[in-house]
């Protein structure tokens, strides 16, 4: 499946949301992430997300698509992230 996450938390977790997300992600813009991940990776993500964020401050919206080829994404000016997966 083919996911999006936007997140805003506070800046005490910023760093630990982001090097999370990284794992599983890839990043493209500040505070954003997609990507192919499986239905086990997801719910490790959901939960994952839920024991690094506080629900009373934190915002995290989470997109799900049961492919990519439902996703239309247009950018204009910089393309901030790497989309590319180098192991």
Same mark, same amino acid.
């Given at each position: 499946?083919?996911? =999006? $996450?936007?997140?805003?938390?506070?800046?005490?977790?910023?760093?630990?949301?982001? *090097?999370?997300?990284?794992?599983? %992600? *890839?990043?493209?813009? *500040?505070?954003?992430?997609?990507?192919?991940?499986?239905?086990?990776?997801?719910?490790? =993500?959901?939960?994952?997300?839920?024991?690094?964020?506080?629900?009373?401050?934190?915002?995290?919206? %989470?997109?799900?698509?049961?492919?990519?080829? %439902?996703?239309?994404?247009?950018? $204009?000016? %910089?393309?901030?992230?790497?989309?590319? *997966? =180098? =192991?």
């Amino acid at each position: 499946m083919f996911v =999006i $996450i936007v997140y805003d938390v506070s800046v005490d977790r910023v760093s630990k949301v982001c *090097n999370f997300l990284r794992r599983y %992600l *890839n990043w493209v813009q *500040n505070s954003v992430f997609e990507g192919n991940v499986t239905e086990k990776q997801w719910a490790e =993500i959901q939960h994952g997300l839920k024991l690094l964020t506080r629900e009373s401050e934190d915002s995290v919206r %989470l997109y799900s698509f049961r492919t990519e080829d %439902l996703v239309t994404v247009s950018v $204009i000016g %910089l393309e901030k992230g790497d989309t590319c *997966n =180098i =192991i």
